[in-house]
């Protein structure tokens, strides 16, 4: 089984049920059989944060609802991202407001819109992508 530490940054203006991020991931982790030390971050930022990211990192002006950055995408076992025995997954950044807006849409709940968007960003860091 793996054993997960997960930093979560979140904006003060946000709330967000951190034990219940924690138990997706550790699902998350858990069917798709991963084992070992690891640490994934996950932050919960507004829109302007999220846009500045999606500028940056993506070359689109605009919001979105998640993005992932893997701290050894495309690197051999041997290259990954470690502090001691623990392996860094990457990072995880959620746009709350964007949250809000595709959880009225869909009519769920925000925890369950937010549940959804941190195993799709998990499973990227993972190297699981769409199919």
């Given amino acids: 089984m793996a054993q997960v530490n997960v930093p979560i940054f979140v904006e003060s203006r946000y709330k967000v049920n951190r034990k ?4 997706t991931i550790q699902s998350v982790l858990s069917k798709h059989e991963v084992v070992g030390q690891m640490e994934v971050s996950v932050a919960v930022v507004g829109d ?24 050894s995408e495309g690197e051999s ?4 991202e470690t ?22 849409r869909d009519e769920v709940l925000v ?6 968007l941190v195993m799709h960003g998990l499973e990227h860091l993972l190297g699981l992508h769409h199919e």
Avoid: C, H, W
């Avoid at 502090?83 to 009225?104: C, F, K, M, N, Q």
């Fill in 20 to 23: 219940r991020i924690k138990n």
């Fill in 48 to 71: 302007r944060k999220m846009r500045a990211l999606s500028q940056k990192y993506k070359g689109e002006d605009k919001t979105r609802n998640i993005l992932s950055f893997s701290l």
């Fill in 77 to 80: 076992e041997r290259g990954k």
């Fill in 83 to 104: 502090r001691g025995d623990t392996l860094l997954l990457g990072d995880i950044v959620l746009s709350y407001p964007e949250v809000i807006r595709e959880a009225a």
């Fill in 111 to 116: 925890d369950d819109k937010v549940d959804e």
